[in-house]
């Protein structure tokens, strides 16, 4: 998956493989091995490709299709309604991790008695008996 995404990649920026090697300052041989798929990159050199297409590392090694880096915020931030961004911000404030959890935990039980799908007084989520002690 990666010599194919590579090379199209390439050929898509209208490229050869020498203007590619000269580029990211390896042989010619080295590039072609890559797309050829008889080498595979070492991490920094998959990060250097990607970065220069623009793309993911994930997209590169064929985990996922999006062939454009996502940026999380214009995705999430969006959908979220303004009490939800707000409780978002409060959360990250929050740094440790152990907090993080107890906050969840305690917001579950708020939500849980305001919807009335409180179960029981014990219940809670996987989440929030994580490291809680």
Known sequence: MLSER???????????????????????????Q???????????????????????TDYLLGRTDYSETPNYQEILIPTL?????ELLVLFRNVKNEKEQYKLIGRFEE???QMTGDFKSNNAQSTLSKKNVG
């Open 6 to 32: 590579l090379r199209k990649l390439r050929e898509n920026s209208n490229l050869t493989q020498k203007d590619a090697a000269g580029i990211f300052d390896i042989s010619r041989e080295r590039y072609n």
């Open 34 to 56: 890559y797309e050829t798929g008889k080498r595979r990159p070492d991490y920094d050199t998959l990060i250097i490709f990607a970065d220069y297409f623009n793309v993911s």
């Open 81 to 85: 309604t303004e009490n939800e961004q």
């Open 110 to 112: 708020i939500i849980s």
